[in-house]
């Protein structure tokens, strides 16, 4: 028997939850009623029609990524509660980050928590560029750091793996290192180290090069940046 009352916010659970774990082709209006032991007409009473909902739940994407709020006491601890969250939100819901990224709307996503960056500069005494290098430079390390997780974790089984590549010897006259390097990494640990490194630098002062000093850097060794011994 067919659900007598349900409303909007449970449709948009609902819709939420076979995303996460389907993707965005895994909603259909039959498999959200079914779920929701409904009939469709119900579904498309409370949200329209499909692209309606994926607008909706979307828009709601939006949203919860607006509640991030720093933590801690002094400007590191507290600007590094924001990547941490901002990383936690995106790890939480891939395909509907994805489906915000589709729609057009990711800047959007991701202004609440640069906002929040934008206060704690602030309150950090930085200004103007210096404090924009922060909120970028932050949130390029969050999402950036989601997105080599998520390469990591669907990529093939490699071959030679990580423990082979550096097995004895093959970091010189320094054996811990190997031996740290053939460990798996702590992604948590990765990111908390690398988040307060770069917070403490980009507070101690001026980090962004002038254009002089890149073309330094472009110059030196007869080429531009990229043409190394690791570039294609």
Do not use: C, K
């Amino acid at each position: 028997m067919a659900r007598q009352t349900l409303s909007r916010e449970e449709v948009l659970d609902a819709a939420a939850a076979l995303v996460r774990a389907h993707g965005p082709d895994g909603l259909t209006m039959r498999g959200l009623a079914a779920a929701l032991g409904t009939a469709v007409t119900s579904i498309y009473w409370h949200v329209g029609n499909r692209e309606s909902l994926l607008d909706a739940l979307a828009e709601r994407t939006v949203a919860d990524l607006g509640a991030i709020r720093p933590r801690g006491e002094g400007p590191v601890e507290r600007i590094g509660s924001v990547a941490h969250a901002l990383r936690r939100a995106l790890r939480e819901r891939p395909h509907l980050v994805a489906m915000v990224h589709e729609r057009g709307l990711t800047e959007r996503m991701f202004l609440p928590a640069q906002r929040a960056l934008v206060r704690e500069a602030h309150a950090a005494g930085l200004r103007g560029e210096r404090a924009a290098e922060l909120v970028r430079a932050v949130t390029f390390q969050a999402v950036g750091y989601v997105l080599v997780e998520r390469n990591r974790e669907r990529a093939p089984v490699q071959s030679p793996a990580e423990e082979e590549l550096w097995g004895a010897g093959a970091a010189g006259a320094d054996p811990l290192l190997a031996r740290a390097l053939a460990a798996p990494p702590d992604p948590d640990r990765l990111f908390a180290a690398s988040v307060r490194a770069l917070v403490e630098g980009l507070l101690a002062g001026p980090s962004t090069p002038s254009p002089g000093d890149i073309t330094d850097i472009q110059d030196s060794g007869g080429g531009a940046v990229g043409r190394g011994p690791y570039s294609q």
